[in-house]
């Protein structure tokens, strides 16, 4: 595989690298984490940080049910989602919550973004969402269809956002072609060392289905008795995340890669400063 700045090159075929996507993922991801996110969301209505959470980012599929929110985020027990929606559509209109987390991301990174020309990263993020498709990958495809904002900072998180989206619907795919229920992937993240201390709260996930995803993943020898992960279990690890590269890549049109690699040293200039000032406690 030969590499040339921010792209690679895989099986003759131009494909973004993954500091990129780590670089949408961070100026995306933290308005999840804002300090004042809960009541951002409670001034419109809503009630509690994951009411606010599932409702504002599944308001860009419109106002969708616990049952799609449950397919679409994958990763979360069930039963919290239920416990948000579809109350909160009955609490706070899609509008008025799409206006606030607007309102909500352009504070919180505004700090990442000293000395990054804006306007430049807003062009190039926006200029590639037509390259994208969108078959297969619903949050991208209701975030895409969003109206784009005039602010600039606002475009660039839309975009973003989109694009995060994006890889993320394709890693959902790979990892349901795995046979990897919501618990399992969580097992096998905490296990890999790729999710947050405390994941299985976070997530929702009660004792006896944590357990339960243990012992599944524990069946095909991916985590050991202690639960820590396997050779084979970072083996499979490490093809979920070259599968999900591959099926991004396969979505993305030579013309949006171009795009995109025009403006990706601005994005991870952005993602570094974020993570600098604090702003993304995953990086922690």
């Given at each position: 595989m030969a590499r040339a700045g921010p792209r690679w090159v895989h099986n003759g075929r131009v494909t973004l690298r993954r500091s990129f996507w780590h670089a949408v993922e961070t100026i995306h991801h933290v308005v999840y984490f804002a300090p004042d996110a809960k009541a951002t969301f409670e001034a419109v209505g809503l009630k509690g940080q994951w009411m606010g959470y599932f409702a504002s980012r599944s308001a860009a599929l419109g106002v969708p049910g616990p049952e799609v929110v449950v397919a679409t985020f994958h990763g979360f027990a069930p039963r919290l989602v239920h416990r948000a929606l579809p109350a909160a559509w009955e609490l706070a209109s899609r509008d008025d919550i799409l206006v606030a987390r607007h309102a909500l991301a352009r504070r919180t990174i505004a700090p990442g973004f000293h000395g990054v020309d804006v306007a430049a990263l807003a062009t190039g993020l926006q200029a590639a969402l037509p390259g994208l498709d969108l078959g297969g990958r619903p949050l991208a495809a209701g975030q895409v269809g969003l109206p784009v904002p005039a602010d600039e900072l606002d475009a660039v998180w839309h975009a973003a956002s989109?694009?995060?989206?994006?890889?993320?619907?394709?890693?959902?795919?790979?990892?349901?072609?795995?046979?990897?229920?919501?618990?399992?992937?969580?097992?096998?993240?905490?296990?890999?060392?790729?999710?947050?201390?405390?994941?299985?709260?976070?997530?929702?996930?009660?004792?006896?289905?944590?357990?339960?995803?243990?012992?599944r993943l524990r069946s095909r020898g991916w985590i050991g008795g202690d639960d820590a992960i396997t050779e084979e279990g970072i083996v499979a690890r490490t093809q979920i995340e070259t599968d999900t590269d591959h099926a991004t890549a396969a979505g993305i049109s030579a013309d949006a890669v171009a795009h995109l690699s025009s403006i990706a040293d601005l994005a991870v200039t952005a993602s570094k400063q974020i993570v600098a000032e604090g702003i993304d406690p995953t990086a922690h």
């Open positions: 989109a694009l995060r989206e994006f890889r993320g619907d394709s890693h959902l795919a790979v990892l349901t072609a795995a046979g990897l229920d919501g618990a399992m992937a969580n097992v096998l993240a905490v296990a890999a060392g790729m999710a947050m201390t405390g994941q299985q709260q976070l997530r929702g996930w009660t004792d006896e289905e944590w357990a339960a995803g243990a012992d």
